[in-house]
């Protein structure tokens, strides 16, 4: 049954977190002014099974070089000191192991 449970795992993904949803700033969203000045929070839905999430924001949408690259237990966190520009942002879950094992879409958001 060890194998079975193994293959089950595998091919259904049974036993691992899913990739996170991305909730706000939503895609797309411009933010301007008073929104932008103390800081921007970032937030996603929680996912079972995950021991920290890995959130970065780049201005490019390869994340070659990310502004942003932290590692938290939260489902959100508070970004002070963002210039205006257009900003790429993503969400790793990490399981147990360290090992990254799924991510979310990639969101977008300009700054004014």
Do not use: C
């Amino acid at each position: 049954m060890g194998h079975l449970a193994s293959l089950l795992t595998l091919f259904l993904g049974i036993g691992t977190p899913g990739s996170p949803e991305l909730l706000a700033p939503p895609d797309q969203a411009v933010m301007t002014g008073t929104e932008v000045a103390q800081a921007v929070t970032f937030t996603w839905r929680p996912t079972t099974g995950v021991a920290s999430y890995r959130l970065r924001i780049a201005t490019a949408p390869d994340f070659k070089q990310p502004i942003i690259d932290r590692t938290t237990s939260n489902t959100s966190e508070v970004v002070r000191g963002m210039k205006a520009g257009r900003y790429f942002w993503k969400v790793t879950v990490t399981d147990g192991g360290g090992t990254d094992v799924a991510t979310s879409t990639t969101g977008r958001v300009i700054l004014q």
